[in-house]
């Protein structure tokens, strides 16, 4: 990771885990008088972009 990348990627680690505590209110909270699909992909949503945010770190070689 280049030195200029880290305060972006500091940010972006930042924000996933305040947006975690938030969303697992929200699915708490209102999941249960969402749609099936409309609560799958709520529910999907966090995990992939997590999943995207740590194989973004990822490098090969």
Not at 14 to 27: E, K, N, Q, R
Not at 32 to 48: I, N
Request: zero cysteines; a negative charge; hydrophobic letters at 60%.
């Amino acid at each position: 990771m280049n030195v200029y990348q880290f305060p972006l990627s500091l940010y972006a680690f930042l924000a996933i885990v305040a947006v975690v505590p938030a969303w697992m209110f929200f699915l708490s909270e209102y999941g249960q008088d969402l749609p099936t699909e409309a609560w799958f992909m709520a529910s999907l949503v966090l995990p992939a972009t997590v999943l995207l945010f740590i194989t973004s770190w990822v490098q090969p070689g």
